[in-house]
C-alpha cells in the first residue's frame, strides 16, 4: 500500500473539499506525530493480532486519520466501530471512510461512547489519549475534549482486551 498522510492540513483534504468544508485545530484535534505513532500502535499491537470476527470500539475517533491509516496498511478483516462527539471531526471522518471505500471495516458516529458501549459489543476498546490528565497551551484541541477530559474515564465494560495506548 502506499504511504499515506492524513493530517487535518493533508493534501487529502483537496480531494474531499466538496464534501466537507474546511476546519481549524481548534475544532478538530491536530498532531500528525501523535496520529502516525498511534496509527503504528494499532497497526502492530491490534489490527495484526485481531480475526476477522473481532469487533472493536474507539472512545474518541476524531478525524478518524490514525485508524484510517492503519486499515490501509493491513488486512484486518474485523469491524471497528468509532465514538466522536465533535460533529467536525465526525465529518471529516465519515468522508475520510467513504472516500477510502472504508465503510464495511469501520463506522464513526457522532455520538456519546458511553451510550454506544451499550449498544456495541466488542473484543476490544481502543482509545489514544496522550493528553490525558492535564492539557495545556501547546497541544491543539477542541475546548469540548477539555471538558471531558477533565472528567474521569470510568468504564465498567468487560471486554477480553482493553488496550488504552498513551
Known sequence: MKNVHLGAHSTMESTLAG??????????????EESQFYSQCLDSMVFKQCTASDRI???????????????????????????E?????????????KHYKLSDKYSI????????????????????????????DRILMP?????LMEQPLLIAYSLWVVKMFF
Open 109 to 136: 458516529y457522532n455520538q456519546c461512547f458511553f451510550k454506544g458501549l451499550q449498544s456495541t459489543p466488542a473484543n476490544y476498546l481502543i482509545a489514544n489519549p496522550p493528553y490525558l490528565p492535564a492539557p495545556d
Open 143 to 147: 475546548r469540548y475534549m477539555v471538558e
Open 19 to 32: 464534501d466537507v468544508k474546511s476546519y481549524s485545530p481548534h475544532d478538530i484535534f491536530f498532531c500528525p
Open 57 to 83: 470500539i474507539e472512545f474518541g475517533a476524531g478525524d478518524g486519520s490514525p485508524v484510517i491509516s492503519g486499515l490501509l496498511k493491513t488486512e484486518f478483516a474485523g469491524r471497528i466501530y468509532g465514538y
Open 85 to 97: 462527539l465533535g460533529s467536525a471531526a465526525c465529518e471529516v471522518a465519515q468522508a475520510r471512510i
